[in-house]
T-cell receptor
Framework: AQKITQTQPGMFVQEKEAVTLDCTYDTSDPSYGLFWYKQPSSGEMIFLIYQGSYDQQNATEGRYSLNFQKARKSANLVISASQLGDSAMYFCAMREEVVTGRRALTFGSGTRLQVQP | NAGVTQTPKFRVLKTGQSMTLLCAQDMNHEYMYWYRQDPGMGLRLIHYSVGEGTTAKGEVPDGYNVSRLKKQNFLLGLESAAPSQTSVYFC????????FGPGTRLLVL
């Protein structure tokens, strides 16, 4: 079974609008972290936001917020006021912190976001 | 503070050739990782290290070896390259959040 599922291969959004990128996960680890990374066409992986499984509040970083619904095992990324520079691939990833102890990331297949002027 | 660096940036190999990818980090992180990214997929873990002198296998370790002789360096070796190893290779290091290098594009003909 996939541990991280991103069901939207591609998304379009108009500049200045908000967009939600979906991510669901599957784990039996009692402690885990959820991450979002941005990969522009230049190829580098840019860390955006982190949510710990025990965090009570949803994480926010500037225009990025993470809509964490633990019971539904979802960790959607919300980008507010989209900019042309937000056009990129976005990856959701999970770190299981107890079961394996290696603290490596498991990635979803990504969502390609295109921001239209 | 360079963060995580990788050399080379791009390489073309013939089937059967060997090479070593070098990853270096200057953040004093204990944990280091090698991932590969294939078209249309997320990154997959090849090998990782939880400290100097230690290495362990990830999800897709076959055909690769690694070494962590110094804390700041993590080497990924391909002893006999195969076309299936054509990919983009990312190194990462972490204390909490993982920070990635710029990637190495490898083409095996």
């Amino acid at each position: 079974a996939q541990k991280i599922t991103q069901t939207q291969p591609g998304m379009f959004v108009q500049e200045k609008e908000a967009v939600t990128l979906d991510c669901t996960y599957d784990t039996s680890d009692p402690s885990y972290g959820l991450f979002w990374y941005k990969q522009p066409s230049s190829g580098e992986m840019i860390f955006l936001i982190y949510q710990g499984s025990y965090d009570q509040q949803n994480a926010t970083e500037g225009r990025y917020s993470l809509n964490f619904q633990k019971a539904r095992k979802s960790a959607n990324l919300v980008i507010s006021a989209s900019q042309l520079g937000d056009s990129a691939m976005y990856f959701c990833a999970m770190r299981e912190e107890v079961v394996t102890g290696r603290r490596a990331l498991t990635f979803g297949s990504g969502t390609r976001l295109q921001v239209q002027p | 503070n360079a963060g995580v660096t990788q050399t080379p940036k791009f390489r073309v190999l013939k089937t059967g050739q060997s090479m070593t990818l070098l990853c270096a980090q200057d953040m004093n992180h204990e944990y280091m990782y090698w991932y590969r990214q294939d078209p249309g997929m997320g990154l997959r873990l090849i090998h990782y290290s939880v400290g100097e002198g230690t290495t362990a296998k990830g999800e897709v370790p076959d055909g690769y070896n690694v070494s962590r002789l110094k804390k700041q360096n993590f080497l990924l070796g391909l002893e006999s390259a195969a076309p299936s190893q054509t990919s983009v290779y990312f190194c990462a290091s972490s204390k909490g959040t993982q920070y990635f290098g710029p990637g190495t594009r490898l083409l095996v003909l």
